[in-house]
């Protein structure tokens, strides 16, 4: 299948690979990214000339003025989908400017270049549109193909579980890398390594990953709010006493 990529960052780059991988044809376009010259499309019409999908991996800020942009040229036989971490807004965004025509599903790849190079078990959630059930049932099929476990889940239950997973354990890592931690972990006990992953994650971003997922999940803000209630509970409880503080169980 030949697909047009929109957007070739870090996710784009990786993306790209993993179908060329699996045998497909990828075309892009992204005039402000470095593209292999064998793969690259001076214009939008270019990239999608003979694709069967239309892949947009912008930051989710740039994906409106995408989809007006790239509007005029999609067509029925074109599958829309976009890549974003968050969901709720970016498929309200596919809903309503691609509508009944164009056949669309949102999709949030969970895994990125540092987890296909460490060839974890890759997940995908897919958003599908009310509108189209044949776009998501062909979304499904080509992640599977690609090796993913599929997660079918509406775009607002996604975005509330992103805020506590996603954002939560970005906004730590943040936090972290800024105070310097995980610079040296020559002497970090084992139950410090696991966050290592998290720290390279948010290392290795260009600060648009961040920013959509604090800024453009609208459960992110009371996720970090609760997140910091708890924190200073904690440290308050610490302060005043010298108490063992047991783990609270796990709610079934």
């Avoid at 010259?37 to 800020?61: D, H, I, K, S």
């Avoid at 993913?148 to 975005?159: F, P």
């Avoid at 609760?226 to 108490?243: G, K, Q, V």
Wanted: hydrophobic share 50%.
């Amino acid at each position: 299948m030949i697909f047009a990529l929109f957007g070739y960052g870090r996710f784009g780059h990786a993306f790209a690979d993993l179908l060329q991988r699996a045998g497909h044809v990828v075309r892009i376009h992204d005039p402000q990214a470095e593209v292999p010259a064998a793969l690259a499309c001076a214009t939008p019409a270019a990239a999608l000339a003979g694709a069967e999908w239309a892949v947009l991996a912008m930051p989710v800020p740039q994906l409106e003025p995408a989809l007006r942009e790239l509007r005029p040229l999609l067509e029925a036989r074109h599958t829309v989908i976009d890549v974003g971490s968050v969901k709720e807004h970016p498929c309200a965004l596919l809903d309503e400017h691609l509508g009944a025509a164009i056949p669309h599903a949102g999709t949030h790849p969970l895994f990125g270049p540092l987890s296909l190079a460490r060839g974890e078990p890759l997940r995908t959630v897919l958003c599908a549109s009310a509108r189209h059930p044949q776009a998501a049932w062909r979304t499904r099929a080509l992640f599977e193909a690609l090796g993913c476990t599929v997660i079918a889940q509406d775009a607002a239950a996604h975005d509330r579980a992103m805020a506590k997973t996603h954002a939560l354990a970005f906004f730590i890592a943040r936090a972290l890398v800024e105070m310097g931690v995980g610079d040296d972990l020559s002497m970090a006990p084992p139950s410090f390594l696991g966050l290592a992953n998290m720290l390279a994650a948010v290392r290795g971003d260009a600060g648009h990953l961040f920013a959509a997922i604090q800024r453009e999940n609208p459960y992110a803000e009371s996720a970090r709010a609760e997140l910091l209630e708890h924190l200073d509970a904690i440290h308050r409880r610490l302060l005043a006493s010298d108490e063992a503080l047991a783990i609270p169980p796990s709610v079934p």
